[in-house]
């Protein structure tokens, strides 16, 4: 006669322990914000990989840029060699795999190496004394046209077929349709050159020469005063961009049936515009809100030509015509690392405004 034999119970409590564990992390997993995580991390990975091959094969070599702008300084060759090759974050000459790590450890420890034009700052606080002042433009530009824009496009949908609607619709055509540095050169020339009631020359670069950066009232309200061209700037494409689509999501909304039965009810037009129409037409907008940063980050380059604005825009183009390499390859992984971060934050919000979205990502 045989017997069987079960395992101790410590034993088994280990495997249900160890079961429990394995599809719990199965879950998380396949999770739709992990995946998303996920997904972002890939996209940075290969935009920062894209970068390091365009600077690898662009023309010059960093070490000889930086050793002859010291030798023009008063240095000798030899001195000026040895000078840049202590300071340049790799080594030219050595194999490409060998580059590509180093590189990837340098953007892990955010060890961008140094300015070629500025040695004695590392090239990440380079970027970032550029990059809060153009982040502080156009997030404040996307704010007023979140703002602006979500409100008139639902007035106009309300209001659809008015007078208000076809001009409004008509503004936010041409918003959409010119480029902003157009327009804002248009506001340049017309109010400080013909009609002169605009002062363009004090209002360049960030603050007046005098105030001291800090968190006080006198420093942050000069800044703004040095930031409303290049807020309005980035404010008028996104306007009109959200005008026309919040006008378009809310006319939809306004014909779907629980909308209907919410008039039948009786319930208050407020309530029902907050509860029923906003919220729901709000929610294809919001993505764009994202779209819309990576857009205006990316074109403030020319806008801050234009204004003489010293956000990174500014400070990218000047590293390219200086052969700025180690900026320039920061430079644009940095703001491609902020559109991709904002992008994955929109996008789990959202998810968490319309579940919907999950489900439909997972049947997929």
Request: aromatic share 8%; proline share 5%; charged share 15%.
């Amino acid at each position: 006669m045989s017997t069987s034999t079960s395992p101790p119970p410590e034993t088994a409590s280990g495997a249900r322990s160890q079961s429990t564990r394995t599809r719990l992390l199965g879950r998380v997993w396949t999770s739709y914000a992990f995946r998303r995580i996920r997904q972002s991390v890939f996209v940075i990975w290969l935009v920062s990989t894209i970068v390091f091959l365009l600077m690898r094969f662009m023309p010059g070599d960093p070490i000889e840029i930086m050793a002859g702008r010291l030798s023009s300084a008063g240095m000798t060759r030899a001195q000026a060699l040895a000078t840049a090759e202590s300071i340049i974050s790799y080594d030219p000459d050595a194999p490409l795999w060998s580059q590509y790590l180093e590189y990837l450890r340098g953007l892990v420890t955010f060890d961008l190496g140094n300015s070629l034009t500025n040695p004695s700052k590392t090239v990440f606080e380079h970027v970032m004394e550029y990059l809060p002042w153009t982040l502080f433009a156009v997030g404040a530009g996307v704010t007023i046209a979140i703002v602006v824009g979500l409100s008139v496009g639902m007035i106009m949908a309300y209001r659809r077929g008015s007078a208000f609607d076809h001009v409004m619709t008509s503004i936010g055509s041409f918003l959409t349709g010119v480029p902003n540095y157009i327009l804002i050169a248009a506001v340049v020339v017309i109010g400080y050159t013909v009609l002169s009631v605009l002062p363009f020359l004090q209002m360049r670069g960030r603050i007046t020469a005098g105030v001291e950066p800090g968190f006080n009232l006198v420093f942050l309200g000069d800044a703004l005063y040095h930031a409303i061209l290049p807020i309005i700037a980035f404010a008028f494409t996104a306007t009109g961009s959200f005008m026309l689509n919040m006008k378009a999501a809310t006319t939809e909304v306004l014909t779907e049936d629980y909308v209907t039965v919410a008039r039948a009810r009786g319930l208050k037009p407020g309530r029902i515009s907050r509860a029923y129409v906003g919220r729901n037409a709000l929610l294809p907008i919001i993505p764009q809100i994202a779209l819309q940063l990576g857009t205006l980050v990316g074109g403030s380059i020319v806008i801050e030509q234009i204004l003489n604005y010293p956000g990174v825009g500014q400070m990218l183009m000047k590293a390219i015509i200086e052969q700025d390499y180690p900026v320039v390859q920061a430079a644009v992984v940095i703001l491609a690392t902020s559109v991709v971060i904002a992008s994955l934050i929109v996008d789990l919000v959202l998810v968490k405004v319309d579940p919907r979205i999950k489900s439909a990502d997972e049947e997929a």
